[in-house]
């Protein structure tokens, strides 16, 4: 099917200035980019006349966990609604492959709170290149909704080869973890995430990280870490990265690039003088940032990494030891655990977002300080007993962040957007549903923080440029028809923290591989995206709808 888009406002993702232009898509490619009023009816089945409306390409979200639900929820409005047409799955070094039955085990339990846990579900891959296959499966009531690259978890990597405890690894683990590094890249994966505030991921020294990196690197992927601490010692977490990527030569994509918590206040500037400075010297950094102050995970995170290690039993275990308890205790609200970044646990910041156990809803919406004023318990033994009564499965928000930070990362000359959102919880994080817009609408329009060309720019071609995907991301002839119409006047993201699982507004169409998602402000139900395989611009012949 031939579809012309004329008169649209064209912002074609490569920081250029926008002009007046008609567009023709043709099936899942843009076959022609012109001069606006040059293409008639004729050249095609369906005119969308676009007078008043950007045409801009299709959003990238840089970090994304919809790993499970794709496959789960098929719909995927959530991310449609807000023009986002590929997203980078596999983040914080824990997802779903490559694995084998006990590491599978293990990781939905750990990250129930990110994506949930279905026991009717049929998890029929174990392999990276099983996983994106059953991405591009009818298995599920037809293909996924939007395109999806993918990181190879490192955490689930060390999982798979020395278990969920600490330790370092003898050279024979080593080798192991890199060549299942290799073999999921070569399966298909983008890069390898990391996630070393998460356990077993964290356990890692950075000799170990090392070797990993050099084995992305030699097959041209990049490194994706949520680092050691986005608080107490943010800076020296960030140098470890950046010297990881300097010494490898692996590129590096710094996670939700933040400085949060109350010793950071005001202080993005020194991340930025150190990011800049290695740049300046050839390391290949890039960076994403979600436009909100509140971060999202799981409550089990807050724990100390030590109490966390051997999986879900073995930590239930410790939290039931009155001895080993009061030794979690003593490092979360004195000394400052490593899993809450080096920070003393503040209980009025951790608020319920999701439960697993339908008896602790009651709690959503509530923070740890407000539970335990109702209940007459201590914090700390609210915090143990949900964590007890729901095995590890809670979600939470932790409201640590500062806009002027937020504001100074969002316009560095390497940034990119990324949800970092959570589908799943009855109050989730509103970025899962707003992030896209509240770019485009609060920063760059209301605030005037970048222009609307330099923010597409950040939102398009800036990170499909990263991921290597060479014909997607900017608006032109012969790129994959991932394009987005919206209203630059009302685009807006609606969901709060209140209400967050709310649609955006502005956003009129959303093509995925040239097949309507959106179409007058509503979803069609069509799916049409692809799984992008390292080295794969899913236009290929077997790409086609």
Not at 254 to 275: P, V, W, Y
Not at 476 to 505: C, H, K, Y
Request: proline content about 4%; aromatic content about 6%.
């Amino acid at each position: 099917m031939k579809t012309l888009i004329s008169n649209a406002t064209l912002v074609d993702g490569t920081g250029a200035d926008r002009r007046a232009a008609d567009v023709l898509l043709d099936g899942p490619v843009i076959a022609a980019v012109v001069d606006a009023g040059s293409l008639t009816a004729a050249a095609a089945d369906r005119i969308i006349d676009a007078t008043g409306l950007v045409l801009s390409p299709g959003f990238i979200d840089m970090h994304a966990h919809s790993d499970l639900q794709l496959l789960v929820n098929r719909e995927h409005y959530a991310k449609l609604s807000q023009g986002v047409t590929t997203e980078l799955l596999g983040q914080d070094g824990l997802s779903y492959a490559p694995v084998d039955d006990t590491t599978l085990a293990g990781v939905r339990e750990k990250i129930a709170g990110w994506n949930d846990n279905p026991v009717d579900f049929d998890w029929n891959w174990r392999s990276v290149g099983e996983y994106l296959d059953r991405l591009d499966s009818q298995q599920d009531g037809g293909r996924i909704s939007t395109n999806a690259a993918y990181l190879v978890p490192q955490g689930t990597v060390r999982a798979m080869v020395m278990g969920f405890a600490e330790g370092d690894p003898t050279p024979e683990q080593q080798q192991q973890m890199q060549d299942v590094i290799r073999t999921a890249m070569e399966e298909g994966a983008v890069g390898m995430s990391s996630g070393l505030t998460y356990t077993p991921g964290m356990y890692a020294q950075t000799e170990e990280l090392a070797g990993l990196c050099r084995t992305v690197g030699e097959l041209g992927g990049f490194y994706a870490p949520h680092h050691r601490s986005y608080g107490k010692g943010a800076l020296d977490a960030y140098a470890e990265m950046i010297g990881l990527s300097r010494d490898t030569g692996c590129a590096l994509h710094l996670s939700h690039a933040t400085m949060n918590f109350a010793e950071n206040k005001g202080r993005a500037g020194e991340l930025l003088d150190l990011i800049d400075e290695a740049l300046d010297q050839g390391v290949d950094i890039t960076l994403d940032t979600y436009p909100y102050l509140p971060g999202a995970t799981t409550l089990s995170a807050i724990l100390p990494s030590w109490a966390s290690s051997g999986g879900t039993e073995a930590t239930l275990a410790r939290l039931a030891d009155p001895d080993t308890r009061a030794r979690i205790r003593e490092a979360v609200e004195i000394y400052g655990s490593d899993g809450c970044h080096g920070v003393v646990a503040e209980w009025e910041t951790l608020e319920i977002s999701g439960v697993q156990n339908p008896a602790l809803a009651g709690y959503v919406g509530k923070t740890i300080k407000d539970i335990a004023a109702e209940t007459g318990e201590e914090p700390f033994e609210v915090f143990v007993r949900i964590l007890t009564e729901d095995r590890l499965g809670t979600g939470i928000l932790q409201h640590v962040g500062h806009e002027e930070n937020v504001q100074a990362i969002m316009k560095h000359r390497t940034h990119t957007g990324g949800s970092d959102g959570l589908l799943v919880g009855a109050k989730p994080h509103p970025r899962a549903w707003g992030t896209f817009p509240r770019y485009l609408g609060h920063y760059s329009r209301d605030l005037g923080l970048l222009s609307l060309e330099e923010m597409v720019h950040h939102l398009t071609g800036r990170p499909a440029a990263r991921l290597k995907l060479h014909n997607r991301g900017l608006v032109r002839e012969g790129f994959a028809a991932d394009v987005v119409l919206f209203d630059p006047e009302t685009i807006r993201d609606a969901a709060t923290f209140e209400n967050p699982r709310q649609a955006t507004s502005g956003i009129e169409f959303v093509f995925v591989n040239g097949t309507a998602a959106v179409d007058g402000g509503q979803p069609t139900g069509a799916r049409a995206g692809r799984a992008l395989r390292r080295h794969s611009d899913g236009l290929t012949k077997e790409g086609q709808q």
